[in-house]
T-cell receptor, first 108, second 113 residues
Framework: EDKVVQSPLSLVVHEGDTVTLNCSYE??????LLWYKQEKKAPTFLFML????IEKKSGRLSSILDKKELFSILNITATQTGDSAVYLC????????FGAGTRLTVKP | DTEVTQTPKHLVMGMTNKKSLKCEQH?????MYWYKQKAKKPPELMFV???????INESVPSRFSPECPNSSLLNLHLHALQPEDSALYLC????????????FGPGTRLTVT
């Protein structure tokens, strides 16, 4: 059975902290792994990763994929209160399977 | 235009009603998706349309009936729903089905009474 497992499920930090969110997967026909940020409504796209070891960066966010160990991490440096959201990891395998998400709360 | 729009934003319907959710994108994407999301849970895939043809139906009950009239529009027709069908219904699109990022609409929050 396909699995996408995120950890931790929730995390509370203070502004300026650095956080690392984890996503591990066991799926057949893996094509890519995606990270989304969901605040009140729709998930917004952050990164798509298809190759191992290549870091993707966007501002304070970065992500990397390890296809041998079947996991990905999402790093957020110098967190801000606006980073508070649920971060969803999804695996594209012909259809898209989401993990349960990590709820990040950044306190002032 | 990098937007997926959905109407209505909110919908309250009785168990005997028939209603429809609408989704539209003008990015030239050829794949469109319906997801259901319950509170504090991740989105669950319901249907995938690729080139206006249904390619994936994730064992969704027949009281949900999708329709793709053209490459920009996706509808979800609802009939005889149950209270447990109350959820946020998200539409998404991607350039093609497969290895492409999906862009999500804001969702329709459905309440079945």
């Amino acid at each position: 059975e396909d699995k996408v497992v995120q950890s931790p499920l929730s995390l509370v930090v203070h502004e300026g902290d650095t956080v690392t969110l984890n996503c591990s997967y066991e799926v057949t026909n893996f094509r890519s792994l995606l990270w989304y940020k969901q605040e009140k409504k729709a998930p917004t796209f952050l990164f798509m990763l298809t190759s191992s070891g290549i870091e993707k960066k966007s501002g304070r966010l970065s992500s990397i994929l390890d296809k041998k160990e079947l996991f990905s991490i999402l790093n957020i440096t110098a967190t801000q209160t606006g980073d508070s959201a649920v971060y969803l990891c999804a695996v594209e395998k012909g259809d898209m399977r989401f993990g349960a998400g990590t709820r990040l709360t950044v306190k002032p | 235009d990098t937007e997926v729009t959905q109407t209505p934003k909110h919908l309250v319907m009785g168990m005997t009603n028939k209603k429809s959710l609408k989704c539209e994108q003008h990015m030239g994407h050829r794949a469109m998706y319906w997801y259901k999301q319950k509170a504090k849970k991740p989105p669950e895939l319901m249907f995938v349309y690729s080139y206006e043809k249904l390619s994936i139906n994730e064992s969704v009950p027949s009281r949900f009936s999708p329709e793709c009239p053209n490459s920009s529009l996706l509808n979800l027709h609802l009939h005889a729903l149950q209270p447990e069908d109350s959820a946020l219904y998200l539409c998404a699109s991607s350039q093609f089905n497969g290895n492409y990022e999906q862009y999500f609409g804001p969702g329709t929050r459905l309440t079945v009474t």
